[in-house]
């Protein structure tokens, strides 16, 4: 925001110079960026944060420089007019206004205020040279005297105006609703937009004229030849005009004002003002009324502030009438409510800026001067820091996992709609851009989206990692759940190339080996079965995986996790040339059934005896059910099981194949004999061939 000083000391005079209004505007929360020499005079640059929309106007910084400096400043009867005309605005009267035109609001929660007045027979030439040089200062380029008025008044009160052709609206109607589908407008930037519900749009009886609160449309400009105008002052949603502004890819000075909230009771100053000086300029007068369509009014707001509290807070002593001098000057209108306290009314323009006593708390501090506040060094009783038991044990898995030779990333929790999101993602309300729309539902899309990035870059060999938040949609309307979750991504070669030999390609077992090198280091026995629907809202199969090369984790009846090969068609789709394989898993079950004490075993005393078996069985008959039969059947003395070979071919029958199992057996106190063994081996192969119809090789 550019305010020209010289154009400030319309409202207020003041003696300090340029660099002290500076100096006492940045202490006061309102950041001078830069003092700026113009051909015109210094010019404040000034940064004003989102909360402070009523600083968007030279008006609005008098009102601050007023409170600041108190009687070190004199109000001017313009400001005196202006602000009593904002604080007690007056009833609006529709005069001759109804007989040129029209105003109907279709929308009243995007437009909860429209007001139009109408000038005839006004002359369209250059606005006087000290308009133009103000406007030149505050960075804005003349135009003509009807909308360099327009812009005189956005910068003076911070009120956007716009002036149409009255003679180019369709039956001389304005009628603001949302977009129709297919609709269309070409705005004063020449540029062309496809228009669509729910952005608000500013129509006559047939058409879109404007883009609300935005730009207006180049068909309704004031020319030269205008000489009828219907003037516009209206009062939009915030949110609905920054989506529609980020959709059309539009930055307006109208728009900057209205995503942060204008002061509906300026919309009848603004009108007058205007007018004013359009009479001013031209010598043309407004026809009299004004067509203000005020469907919702703001309801006012009142607070109480405790001024025991606001000393408790600020840490310095504040005085009754010291205070409502303050807030007298900020136009609050303090009214005794009580020992030490009042009753203080939000003026219009503060409304989404003060809602809480701790905000008329910080007007105070930041007005008087935080430099009150006395020194003293910090005291207490400190706690000894340390992390969570969630950050603990995410520690933890991030240790094993590196130990394991995987590299750890680190993604945006935000991302565009994607093949590997859930069923239902969490929309966000107001994205920045449709590549951050969506609170990603699934830990996998940031790992593959990395993969993609490095293929790019001519990096296949990737062994990824991340453990973060994902989210998804509650069973309340508008709920979600976030939950922990561990990603795991492997794809090409498992070590770097070797003159010893080819290394070996990232495959399924291979993924499988560091989820079980994982578990044991938890604690966690679990077994691997196939995949299964888990969840009220998940597909099935599982779409982002081989449906033949994927598995479940389940330990202690809970589901931990899936792992599989991803589905050759995302595969094509993010260009991957070598197979990948994910897994995913939720971090609350892994953290509740992990051990968190180590456990040692004393050293064996007696001798292992060994074994090798072999047995032919059905190749639908899972592995991982062989084991578990093999361990029930060894008994406590079965101290090991590994398979070591599988074979297919001759002699074994087809939908078969031979599994070769390697034994250790050993008892804790003394030596095993070759009877006691054999039993055991007996009694693993009667039940696999009761179980499984398994055949021995012996």
């Known amino acids: 925001m550019r305010v020209p000083i010289e154009w400030l000391k319309d409202f207020v005079q003041f003696e300090l110079s340029p660099a002290e209004l500076a100096e006492r505007l940045t202490m006061a929360g309102l950041e001078v960026e830069e003092l700026d020499s113009t051909p015109q005079g210094e010019v404040l640059v000034l940064y004003i944060t989102p909360n402070r929309g009523d600083c968007l106007s030279i008006l609005g910084v008098a009102r601050e420089v007023y409170?600041?400096?108190?009687?070190?400043?004199?109000?001017?009867?313009?400001?005196?007019?202006?602000?009593?005309?904002?604080?007690?605005?007056?009833?609006?009267d529709p005069g001759e206004a109804t007989h040129y035109a029209?105003?109907?609001?279709?929308?009243?929660?995007?437009?909860?205020?429209?007001a139009a007045r109408v000038i005839r027979e006004v002359r369209v030439a250059p606005s006087p040279a000290r308009v133009q040089n103000r406007l030149l200062a505050a960075g804005m380029r003349p135009i003509s005297n009807i909308v360099d008025a327009t812009n005189y008044v956005l910068l003076e009160l911070g009120q956007p105006l716009h002036a149409f052709d009255l003679d180019t609206l369709q039956e001389h109607r304005i009628v603001v609703r949302q977009a129709r589908a297919g609709e269309r407008i070409r705005t004063l930037d020449g540029r062309e937009h496809a228009v669509a519900p729910p952005m608000l749009m500013i129509c006559d009886a047939a058409r879109p004229v404007a883009v609300a609160g935005i730009m207006g449309g180049a068909e309704t400009e004031v020319t030269p030849h205008t000489r009828n105008i219907l003037m516009e002052s209206a009062h939009f949603n915030p949110l609905s005009i920054r989506r529609t502004a980020r959709a059309l890819d539009i930055r307006t000075e109208s728009s900057y004002r209205f995503e942060r909230f204008v002061d509906p009771t300026l919309v009848l100053v603004a009108q007058y003002r205007v007018c004013e000086l359009i009479e001013e300029w031209t010598?043309?007068?407004?026809?009299?009324?004004?067509?203000?369509?005020?469907?919702?009014?703001?309801?006012?707001r009142e607070l109480t502030l405790r001024l025991a509290r606001a000393e408790q807070l600020l840490g310095f002593p504040l005085g009754d009438a010291e205070a409502q001098a303050v807030l007298q000057r900020l136009n609050m209108r303090p009214e005794p409510s009580g020992?030490?306290?009042?009753?203080?009314?939000?003026?219009?323009?503060?409304?989404?800026?003060?809602?809480?006593?701790?905000?008329?708390?910080?007007?105070?501090?930041?007005?008087?001067?935080?430099?009150?506040?006395?020194?003293?060094?910090?005291?207490?009783?400190?706690?000894?820091?340390?992390?969570?038991?969630?950050?603990?044990?995410?520690?933890?898995?991030?240790?094993?996992?590196?130990?394991?030779?995987?590299?750890?990333?680190?993604?945006h929790t935000l991302e565009p709609k994607n093949p590997l999101q859930g069923s239902y993602p969490v929309e966000l309300r107001n994205p920045m851009s449709d590549e951050l729309r969506y609170l990603r539902s699934s830990i996998l899309s940031g790992l593959v989206s990395v993969a993609d990035y490095n293929r790019r870059r001519g990096i296949v060999d990737m062994h990824l990692f991340e453990i973060g938040r994902v989210f998804r949609m509650g069973d309340e309307p508008g709920s979600y759940q976030e939950r922990l979750a561990l990603g795991i991504l492997m794809t090409g070669a498992l070590h770097p190339p070797h003159w010893t030999g080819k290394p070996r390609e990232a495959d399924f077992y291979a993924l499988k080996g560091v989820i079980e090198h994982l578990l044991a280091m938890l604690g966690i026995e679990a077994e691997f079965t196939d995949a299964l629907p888990h969840g009220k809202e998940e597909q099935f199969p599982d779409p982002r995986f081989h449906p033949g090369r994927v598995a479940d984790v389940i330990a202690n009846g809970k589901w931990l996790g899936r792992l599989g090969e991803l589905h050759p068609t995302l595969q094509r789709q993010y260009e991957l040339r070598r197979r990948a394989y994910l897994a995913e898993f939720d971090m609350e079950p892994l953290h509740a059934l992990a051990l968190h004490e180590v456990r040692y075993h004393?050293?064996?005393?007696?001798?292992?005896?060994?074994?090798?078996?072999?047995?032919?069985?059905?190749?639908?008959?899972?592995?991982?059910?062989?084991?578990?039969?093999?361990?029930?059947?060894?008994?406590?003395?079965?101290?090991?099981?590994?398979?070591?070979?599988?074979?297919?071919?001759a002699p074994v029958p087809e939908g078969c194949h031979s599994l070769a199992f390697s034994l250790v057996f050993r008892h804790p106190e003394r030596t095993l004999t070759d009877e006691e063994v054999n039993a055991r081996i007996e009694a693993i192969f009667d039940a696999l061939q009761r179980e499984y119809h398994a055949q021995p090789r012996r």
Do not use: H
């Open 283 to 300: 010598g043309v007068a407004a026809v009299p009324g004004v067509l203000d369509v005020y469907p919702k009014p703001y309801p006012p």
């Open 602 to 649: 004393p050293l064996p005393t007696q001798p292992p005896v060994l074994r090798d078996i072999a047995v032919i069985v059905a190749q639908e008959v899972p592995v991982a059910r062989v084991f578990t039969t093999i361990w029930q059947a060894g008994g406590e003395w079965l101290e090991s099981v590994r398979l070591f070979d599988r074979y297919t071919g």
């Open 102 to 114: 029209r105003v109907e609001i279709l929308d009243p929660d995007l437009c909860p205020r429209y």
């Open 339 to 411: 020992k030490r306290t009042l009753r203080v009314q939000i003026p219009m323009y503060r409304y989404e800026d003060l809602k809480r006593e701790v905000d008329l708390v910080e007007e105070l501090g930041r007005v008087l001067g935080y430099e009150r506040i006395p020194e003293s060094p910090p005291a207490g009783v400190s706690t000894q820091g340390k992390d969570s038991p969630e950050g603990a044990f995410v520690e933890r898995v991030r240790t094993i996992l590196l130990s394991a030779g995987l590299q750890e990333i680190v993604s």
């Open 67 to 92: 409170a600041l400096l108190g009687n070190a400043c004199q109000p001017t009867p313009l400001f005196e007019r202006l602000n009593t005309l904002i604080l007690n605005p007056p009833d609006p």
